[in-house]
């Protein structure tokens, strides 16, 4: 912390990736600008209109799979749903050492056919298209996150997202208007909300508009244009023209 200090005494501009680091800044007389770091391009934000169109059909998380991610959570949520007659299926992408957990647990509660580990899936069209598919995303994390990308990846691919209130996500998921927020480590909770979105149309088509709507303004090509104008306003002559 010290060497940040110092850097920021002597910084002539401060540049965060999140609303939530930007909190965390050390003082300094520099302007301060957030820019979202957000690789989400123009061209992969997606308009759809079937989301929870028939009930809540599919869930779905990517994550890496350590017990900090909360991923039990969900699979004990899903549990809750089916056995109140709720036919919803779990696709799981991510890898990592609590995986086995999962699968017994997702085995111990009777969820073999309700419940898919899909392993890793790079970023590309085959992650893009899980998104798509699905009812909801869901992050359940259990301690502190950044910006997490799922999240922003699930607003450009028109899915409504539920997370827990964690870390740099309660910076950015505005409850109830982009996103459902919900305690961590709270599988009930988790179901409520699932259920909340199955049963309430109106809810759904606010979070995925109001999620297009924020993640248009974190683009790839967003963030270049903000940080240009960030470096020509606080830092004249350093681009050289034309950039």
Known sequence: RRAERKMAESARLLISVSPYLFQTFPPSGAPKVVVSHSMIRELDIYIRHDACAEGVRLVFSAARLIESKGIQYLVRAVARLVKQSNPVILKIAGTGDYLPALQKLAVDLGLQSNVEFLGGIPPGERL??????????????????????????????????IATRVGGITSLVNDGEDGLLVPPGDDGALAEAIVRLRDHRDVVQRLVANGHRRVNAMTYEGRLILLREAFQRHLPGLLPNGH
Do not use: Q
């Open 128 to 161: 893009w298209e899980w998104y798509r598919r699905a009812d909801v995303v869901v992050v359940p994390s259990l301690t502190g996150e950044g910006t997490p990308r799922v999240i922003l990846e699930a607003w450009a691919a028109g899915a409504p997202v």
